[in-house]
């Protein structure tokens, strides 16, 4: 008998293809009601941070060097009051073998597939995460599939994606190409399903585990060079787990540093829209992921998301697509180092908050990511511009996302907006209790507590003025 | 005429408009879902064709032929002046100006 493949039915097996592509049991975590137990999720269905360091050590990644980027600090300072602008460094996550952050996340999921006896791995991904997977799958000799969102309905894409498809087959994965919309997903769990392959996602504990070792070594290496940590740890925020994981990391390691958030304002954008999807510019690291994924966590592919940022964000800032642009090109200019410009983003952020800070203070931009053809911003701007978006100098805080990409007439024009944390903090309350509909048990109200870094008093007034 | 075992893309309609999720904004729900996909292709077929191709993965695809040796056209875009611009400004404002002269 052949299997109903109709969307409504595939949906329906959603959570026995979860269960067979990651034989993770995720009921053993759940209490029943709103809350789940987070931290036993991490340590029995990961890895401890030892064995990662050792997993990821076997395929060269991690290790990546600090660089202090001392004229772009010395451009902030030319821009800020005097003894303002704080020393900015860069983890160069690029020098990892698929020239991404991303490679730690998939050498924990290819290792765990590996070891579960899985023939091949699974990915949903337009971005570095497919690269890495492909990378640590090609490593591995197992076989992978990149699930790709990368035409609109005229079969145009941005370069960066193409990009990222041609990188993926480089590494000698099967990279399956789809039009705009959330039926990905749909197309995914067929693929799990027809294939039996692991379920490479990029929310299960050893995905978001594999991104401590980043958070740790930062602690690390700053003690050894600079005898602290750094004040700040700047972090591009999308799905959540590059921010969680590197959180996570700095905690193990006992380090008191702050952690900000960054993504660049695409505002206004519906990241479902075929038409909108080649009008914006920044495929990652933007708020049309930054902000559902932080207030939601569990919508992502797995029923319960190991990144959950909220738990971990001291403050969050936004950024406009110019001001990123910008930066990434004095990036080249002052510094002598060409970059992609998403993992840009929290560097740009970085440059603006630097001016608040002391000149004593440090802040680390904690990824960097590779660039070339495609995945650059001459090509970037350029498609921009080919798709009637106006590119000029001026003031970005008129920039206008899918309009107009706005570069600043001068740097101390670049000025991050705080995000309303605030806010965030109760959506996620409120989506908590729509979601489950129930009366918050104590258990309810401590997890909502945690989830949001308040404390029960503040759940319990934000519960109470709904 | 493309023989059987070229390397070939092709292309095939997974969800009509009719069938779109709910949720989906008015504008994607006016077109279909497509895929691209490449393999090995399993007959001799002409462009156009309906034809079956083994993946990477050693899966069977089914689709409309579209390429073969498909090639990748991206590349570093048209010029854009302004950034240019960006790159002497900051080092002006760095190194340069009046007091560098």
Not at chain 1, 4 to 25: F, G, H, L
Not at chain 1, 310 to 325: A, N, S
């Amino acid at each position: 008998m052949s299997k109903d493949m109709s969307y409504a039915a595939v949906n329906e097996r959603k959570s026995e293809i979860m269960k067979q592509s990651t034989k993770i049991d995720f009921s053993k975590f759940e209490s029943g009601s709103i809350a789940f137990d987070y931290e036993k999720m991490m340590k029995e269905a990961g890895y401890t941070l030892e064995e990662i360091q050792q997993i990821q050590g076997q395929t060269g990644v991690g290790n990546t060097p600090i660089l202090e980027l001392r004229n772009l600090t010395a451009l902030a300072r030319k821009c800020a009051a005097p003894g303002k602008g704080a020393r900015i460094f860069i983890k160069d996550e690029a020098s990892n073998p698929s020239g991404s952050f991303k490679a730690r996340r998939a050498a924990t999921a290819v290792y765990h597939a590996k070891k579960l006896g899985y023939k091949g791995v699974i990915a949903a991904t337009s971005g570095n995460y497919g690269a890495a997977v492909a990378s640590q799958a090609a490593i591995a000799g197992l076989k992978c599939i990149v699930v790709q969102e990368c035409y609109d309905s005229r079969g145009v894409g941005q370069p960066e994606i193409i990009e990222k498809a041609r990188k993926c087959e480089a590494l000698g994965a099967e990279v399956v190409q789809l039009s705009v919309g959330p039926e990905l997903f749909y197309s995914f769990l067929v693929l799990l399903e027809e294939t039996g392959y692991f379920n490479a996602s990029l929310y299960t504990p050893f995905g978001i585990a594999g991104v401590e070792t980043l958070g740790y070594e930062i602690a690390m290496q700053f003690r050894e060079k600079y005898g602290k940590d750094p004040d700040v740890v700047m972090a591009t925020n999308a799905g959540g787990g590059n921010l969680t994981g590197t959180a996570r990391g700095l905690r193990k390691a006992g380090a008191e540093t702050k952690i900000v958030g960054a993504s660049v304002d695409l505002s206004g954008l519906h990241m479902a829209s075929d038409i909108q999807f080649n009008k914006k510019s920044f495929t990652t690291g933007h708020t049309g992921f930054g902000m559902p994924f932080s207030t939601w966590p569990d919508r992502s592919d797995v029923p319960r998301s190991a990144a959950r940022p909220l738990r971990y964000m001291d403050r969050y800032l936004t950024i406009h697509q110019g001001e990123v642009f910008y930066i990434t090109e004095a990036l080249a200019s002052l510094e002598g180092l060409e970059k992609g410009p998403a993992g840009n983003t929290a560097l740009t952020a970085a440059f603006s908050l630097a001016q608040e800070m002391d000149e004593d203070q440090m802040i680390v931009v904690q990824e960097t990511e590779y660039t070339g053809a495609g995945k650059h911003i001459q090509p970037q701007l350029s498609f921009a511009r080919e798709n009637g978006i106006e590119i000029l100098f001026g003031d970005p805080k008129d920039e206008v996302p899918g309009k107009n990409i706005i570069l600043p007439s001068h740097p101390s024009k670049i000025k991050a907006q705080d995000a309303d944390l605030d806010h965030m903090r109760k959506s996620l309350i409120k989506n908590a209790i729509k979601t489950y509909n129930v009366t918050p048990t104590a258990e309810d109200l401590e997890f909502l507590a945690v989830e949001t870094k308040t404390n029960v008093d503040y759940v319990k007034n934000v519960i109470a003025s709904l | 005429m493309i023989k059987k075992g070229e390397w070939v893309l092709i292309h095939r309609i997974v969800m009509e408009p009719s069938a779109r999720a709910p949720q989906v904004p008015d504008d994607t729900k006016r077109v279909p879902l497509e895929l691209w996909v490449k393999g090995y292709l399993q007959e001799d077929a002409n462009i156009g064709d309906e034809v079956t191709v083994l993946t990477r993965t050693k899966r069977i695809e089914k689709g409309k032929l579209l390429e073969v040796n498909p090639y990748y056209k991206h590349d570093f875009g048209k010029f854009v002046p302004e950034l240019l611009k960006v790159n002497e400004q900051v080092r002006d404002i760095l190194f340069g100006g009046a007091d560098n002269e």
